[in-house]
């Protein structure tokens, strides 16, 4: 597996560089990482070689199907919804690969769901990765407009996860 340090300094690596994309296998796992063009975002994509681990509850992508996520992965979601356009909203992004989690545990209560007031300081959701549980806050006080991703989805460095309205 990859640590979340080396990660960081591949991706800084490749964008000093002149490559325009990276792939590495290391211990049954993959990491691709690819330069993007000015006008898209930076995305970093990881899948398993050999096997891989969902949450209890969750199915795991069979072997065949790992390079199909990749791929799904890589590319930016997008649904033609305007509030995603409107720039008075502001996004608060994954700080780092790993799987979104909108509450601590299965039973308990979302941290944000839409219409929440919250502070800069508000724990709004959980990023899984490398089986460390990263509690992200929403630096923005505000209210949740919308939330961009699913529950248990896998989630890429800079995406997009809420749209709030600042206060």
Request: hydrophobic share 45%; no cysteine.
């Given at each position: 597996m990859f640590k979340l340090s080396e990660i960081k300094e591949l991706i800084k690596l490749v964008d000093q560089s002149s490559l325009q994309e990276l792939e590495i296998e290391n211990e049954g796992a993959r990491l691709a990482i690819r330069k993007p063009n000015k006008t898209e975002p930076v995305y970093v994509t990881t899948a398993p070689v050999q096997h891989s681990y969902a949450p209890v509850g969750q199915a795991s992508f069979a072997n065949q199907q790992a390079p199909a996520a990749l791929e799904e992965a890589s590319v930016p979601a997008t649904n033609g919804n305007a509030k995603q356009e409107d720039s008075s909203l502001h996004k608060i992004v994954s700080p780092m690969v790993g799987t979104f989690y909108q509450a601590a545990s299965p039973g308990s209560a979302p941290f944000a769901s839409v219409g929440s007031k919250i502070g800069d300081k508000t724990v709004v959701c959980i990023v899984e990765a490398m089986k460390l549980m990263n509690e992200?806050?929403?630096?923005?006080?505000?209210?949740?407009?919308?939330?961009?991703?699913?529950?248990?989805?896998?989630?890429?460095?800079?995406?997009?996860?809420?749209?709030?309205?600042?206060?």
């Open positions: 992200i806050e929403a630096e923005i006080r505000g209210e949740i407009v919308e939330i961009l991703v699913e529950n248990g989805q896998l989630v890429e460095y800079g995406q997009p996860l809420f749209l709030v309205r600042p206060e």
